[in-house]
């Protein structure tokens, strides 16, 4: 069961916030969420191809994303997600969480 | 929500795959233009792109792995690990599933037949509104006939009621006449039952009014007699004489709303009135059933109060044809009761002939297939203690009990679904073999199909079996120290409870077995007892054919002596013929069942119950024929004079004598004998005595009766009983049909039927149960085999190590074979020591089924015990000589 993702310098559990908050611009495809991830980072965070697709199946079952064919950029046919509302709710949730949690670190970095 | 996704999701589990992979195909080519775009070169680009992307399998199993929820992959995996295990024992496996499928399949048989007998509703829509209306006659219980009139006179009741008529009738169809039976129904009979024609239309309300010459035929008719005719339509036949068109095939399925259902046409009541059949045009005449439909909310009680507030008005209206009788009717309540399962047929009570012996054959199979569950829990049981082993490690590798537990209950499943598939094809074939022993010989009353309900029974059947023997071996794995044979370095569990435990299980087995064995010695010995009981006539070769003048030509004189007497002039001198003779009754074969008061002036029984006295009309001959014995006295000499006579020669039986003329030689006495309210009184002198028969069955005892002269005008119909000269039953048989319709044209005959065919067929229930009993008797007793052995077989390996020390220390083969044995005659006595109290009570519930035999009979218990110990002996012959077998050295070198 290799659920956890592969990607070592990814914070674990991490991966699901990172394409909900991607998503949340508008509709993208799989090719693209990763390209978006690692522009916006400025190549540090690398998303393995590997782990991102079993992320996105595990978000449809959640029903936090919905998939619909459509044409990419080039006119090919890609499967793009958007967000449903229950995945907006869960992404403001976990990023309030997330916040919570890197001051919490920092906190403990700086003082303990 | 997830499940509903989870579900859609693996509803279209291929599509799924393709999205995936043309997904990924999108994303690979997205990759490679941007390698491109970076200078790579085409097939840099392309192996870079596959690195990056990683395995599509991999990627496709990782989807797989989520929508799956991880309870049900772990299931599936034990599934999986369960089925290879099962294969890879296939003899534990055939052994189990054979037991079980047994098992299961003798209980879908059986309660296939009980369903189609007892429990099926009429195949109509809504069947449970279905209400018939009765006459309440207080403490002279119910009626369910009514006349025309009543019916007429309950229009306008507050739920719809439609009525029918049946009525035997004959039928002529291409110059053949033969019997049927046929309904009269009112027009809106079909509309209320709610069926449609599978051809043509039903009888309309229209067809009723106008009185129309047409008749709807029943499937069974149309396959039957009309070979399935694509042009029924319009076809005619002639019903009692009268000539009606076909204009419909009624569904198949249905031929009434009795029970067993035996309507063969239906004609349209009005039809029937104006030409006079089905009985009588008579509008007052009793008769008539009637049902309707109550609303489907309405409990049966408000539908009884609102009828009988009408039913009260017809009766002050005088309206009712009982009443224009000067009966008392104002008493006579009206009652509705449920009738979904149909109207109890008045002649042919199936149900209450068959219920007793169809429930304890239930009870039966469902001991056989405890027994056989009892017998897979214990190769379950042998089978986990030989994998003691395995279970140890791999609990110790971390495996929870509970999926442990998880795992034998899903081989238990796999079991019972293997042992119910087989049991339902076994089902099959059984039940064709009951429908072939013919109940009540009634082609098509008994149809057992796989319906819904039978097939939820088998499931239900299957699945608590499953539990039932898949329980046992799943509470060890609970309970016990499954770590200790692993720390031992054995590779077996512990001995004791575990040896109590399977012992115990064959044990069980044991008992039940004596519990069938005994219960089928009891069925089989009543069938040899009912074969072999003494009739009082001599059942060999003679057959009987009833000469029938009613709806003939010669209804109005009946079977006259003239006729009667040229009949058996002409029969007797056919050749092949040796005697012949009429009878209005024939004994166990059938005729018309007449009683007459009997009197002996100044002797003998005076009060009215017990002077009604069995007799019968008879020609010479008859005796002779039926082979019925002269005690004393001679034969009667030809016909009676007529039947206001005042005095004859009769002959007697010699219950009649004994009852009528105690201690006093009979012949030459007279007594008298009158009809109920009827003031003729004939004297009749005694010139013969004869042996008594048993008229009835071969079950019911013999009565006193007494046998007059035929006499002109009297009997509409009489029985011939023809005994043909060795081997020529086939021929005589349709040359006295020709002499007889050589005298008399046109009239009726029946088939001939040999009367040695009518015992057979009343002994149906018996011969029923006796081979079912016998079948069930054998498969438990080889199930009691198949557990001993695999259990005495098991525990000689387990000591061989002890049995080779035994020997090592100068221990003979034989006390070694004693040792063996003991062990299994051991069990087997304690099952016997269960079984035999059982077996008492069992006998006694089948108490009212057996005849000559007691139900605690010490012989049945006997031959019960004897087998289980011959099975026992049988079944460790071969453990115990595989225990002799065992070489000291060898045993004590392998641990």
């Known amino acids: 069961m290799a659920r956890s993702n592969k990607n070592a310098e990814l914070l674990p559990g991490t991966l699901d916030l990172l394409i909900l908050r991607a998503l949340r611009g508008g509709a993208m495809h799989g090719y693209g969420i990763a390209q978006r991830l690692r522009d916006v980072s400025k190549d540090v965070l690398q998303v ?19 998939a619909e064919w459509g044409a990419s950029e080039n006119n090919r046919r890609a499967r793009f997600y958007t967000l449903t509302a229950a995945g907006r709710k869960q992404l403001t949730a976990e990023q309030e969480e997330f916040e919570r949690m890197v001051v919490a670190i920092q906190t403990v970095l700086r003082f303990a | 929500m997830r499940w509903l996704r989870r579900i859609t999701y693996w509803l279209q589990f291929r599509s799924h795959g393709d999205e995936l992979r043309e997904e990924l195909d999108f994303h690979r080519q997205a990759l490679i233009d941007e390698m491109r775009a970076r200078g790579l070169t085409a097939s840099d ?81 809504a069947p ?209 009761v449920d009738v979904s399962r149909g109207i109890p047929h008045p002649k042919l009570d199936l149900r209450g002939q068959y219920r007793s012996v169809l429930l304890a054959l239930m009870a039966g199979v469902g001991i056989l297939l405890l027994a056989a569950c009892a017998n897979v829990a214990n190769l379950l049981l042998v089978r986990s203690s030989a994998r003691a082993g395995e279970l140890a490690v791999r609990v110790a590798l971390g495996a929870s009990r509970g999926r442990l537990v998880t795992q034998l209950v899903i081989e238990s499943v796999q079991i019972s679904l293997l042992g119910a598939l087989l049991g339902v094809l076994l089902a099959r074939w059984g039940e064709t073999l009951f429908v072939r022993a013919r109940i009540g010989d009634l082609p098509g009353v008994l149809t057992p199909r796989a319906g819904p309900a039978v097939l939820a029974f088998t499931a239900i059947v299957s699945v608590a079996s499953g539990i039932i023997f898949g329980v046992l071996p799943a509470l060890r794995v609970l309970r016990s120290d499954l770590i200790t044979p692993l720390k031992q370095g054995g590779r077996r569990a512990p001995r004791g409870r575990r040896n109590m435990m399977d012992r115990g299980l064959v044990a069980l087995q044991a008992a039940l077995a004596l519990l069938l064995v005994s219960g089928a010695t009891l069925f089989v010995q009543t069938l040899r007892n009912l074969q072999q009981a003494n009739l009082g006539f001599d059942a060999s070769q003679q057959f009987a054919v009833t000469v029938e003048t009613r709806r003939t030509s010669y209804a109005r004189q009946g079977m006259t002596s003239q006729m009667a007497d ?133 079950r019911a005892p013999a009565d ?42 046109g009239i009726a005959q029946s088939d001939p039927a040999l009367v040695a065919a009518s015992i057979d067929s009343a002994l149906a229930r018996e011969r ?73 009570v069992a006998g006694r519930a089948v108490g009212s089924q057996l005849y000559g035999v007691t139900p605690y009979g010490v012989w049945s218990l006997c031959i019960a015990a004897g087998s289980l110990i011959a099975v026992a002996i049988a079944a460790s012959l071969v453990p115990a000589r595989k225990a002799v077998g065992v070489d000291p050295l060898v045993a004590l070198r392998a641990e």
């Open chain 2, 128 to 336: 449970e509104q279905l209400v018939a209306l009765r006459r309440d006659l207080g403490a002279k219980g119910v009626d369910e006939r009514f006349s025309r009139d009543e019916f007429d006179a309950l229009v306008g009741a507050p739920i719809p009621l439609t009525m029918f008529v049946s009525s035997g009738g004959t039928l002529e169809i291409d110059g053949v006449t033969t019997n049927t039976s046929l309904d009269a129904v009112d027009g809106g009979y079909f509309g209320l039952l709610g069926i449609r024609a599978q051809r043509g239309r039903l009888i309309s309300r229209s067809d009723d009014a106008d009185a129309a010459p047409v008749a709807v035929v029943t499937d069974r008719f149309w396959r039957g007699r009309l070979n399935a005719d694509s042009a029924v339509l319009g076809r005619i036949i002639t019903v009692d004489g009268q000539k009606l068109s076909i204009i419909g095939v009624a569904p198949a399925g249905f031929a009434g709303v009795r029970f067993p259902a035996l309507a063969e046409i239906f004609v349209p009541n009005r039809t029937a009135m104006v030409f006079a059949m089905a009985g009588s045009n008579d509008r007052r005449r009793l008769g008539v059933s009637i049902v309707g439909r109550r609303p489907a909310p309405q409990p049966i009680d408000r539908a009884r109060s609102n009828i009988a507030v009408l039913w009260g008005h017809c009766c002050a209206a005088g309206q009712l044809a009982a009443a224009a009788r000067g009966e008392t009717v104002s008493s006579a309540g009206i009652a509705v």
């Open chain 1, 48 to 66: 393995g191809e590997s782990s991102l697709y079993p992320a996105l199946q595990r978000l449809l079952l959640d029903g936090y994303v919905r």
């Open chain 2, 45 to 125: 680009a392309r192996d870079a792109a596959r690195r990056t992307l990683g395995s599509e399998t991999y990627m496709r199993e990782e989807a797989r792995a989520i929508w799956l929820s991880p309870r049900l992959e772990s299931l599936w995996q034990d599934w999986r690990y369960a089925w290879r295990g099962l294969r890879r024992a296939p003899v534990f496996t055939f052994v189990a599933v054979a037991s079980l499928a047994v098992g299961i399949g003798a209980n879908t048989a059986i309660f296939g037949v009980i369903h189609s007998l007892l429990l099926a509703r009429l195949p109509i829509p």
């Open chain 2, 768 to 840: 029923i149960s006796a081979g079912l009993a016998a079948l069930f008797g054998a498969v438990a007793l080889s199930l009691v085999a198949v557990g001993l052995y695999g259990v005495m077989l098991y525990h000689v390996s387990e000591r061989t190590n002890e049995i080779g020390i035994r020997m090592a220390l100068g221990a003979s083969s034989s006390s070694v074979l004693v040792l063996v044995l003991r062990e299994s005659l051991a069990v087997v006595g304690l099952g016997l020591a269960a079984g035999i109290p059982l077996a008492l």
């Open chain 2, 704 to 745: 006193p009766m007494y046998f007059v002269p035929v006499t002109n005008d009297e009997w509409p119909y009489l029985v011939l009983v023809v005994r043909p000269a060795d081997g020529a039953l086939e021929t005589v048989g349709p040359a006295v049909a020709r002499a007889i319709a050589s005298v008399a044209p």
């Open chain 2, 566 to 698: 040229e009949m058996l002039r002409r029969v007797r001198a056919l050749p092949g013929v040796r005697t012949a003779g009429f009878g209005s009754r024939v004994p166990v074969y059938g005729g018309r069942g007449s009683y007459d008061n009997v009197t002996v002036r100044g002797a003998g029984p005076t009060d009215a119950e017990a002077t009604q006295t069995w007799f019968a009309a008879v020609t010479p001959g008859y005796f002779a024929t039926l082979g019925i014995p002269f005690m004393s006295g001679h034969d009667i000499e030809g016909f009676g004079a007529s039947a206001s006579a005042t005095s004859r020669d009769v002959v007697i039986n010699d219950l009649f004598a004994k009852k009528f003329f105690p201690n006093r030689d009979p012949i030459g006495q007279v007594f008298e004998d009158s009809d109920t309210g009827d003031t003729l009184v004939t004297e009749n002198r005694v010139i013969g005595v004869v042996a008594s028969s048993k008229f009835m069955s071969p």
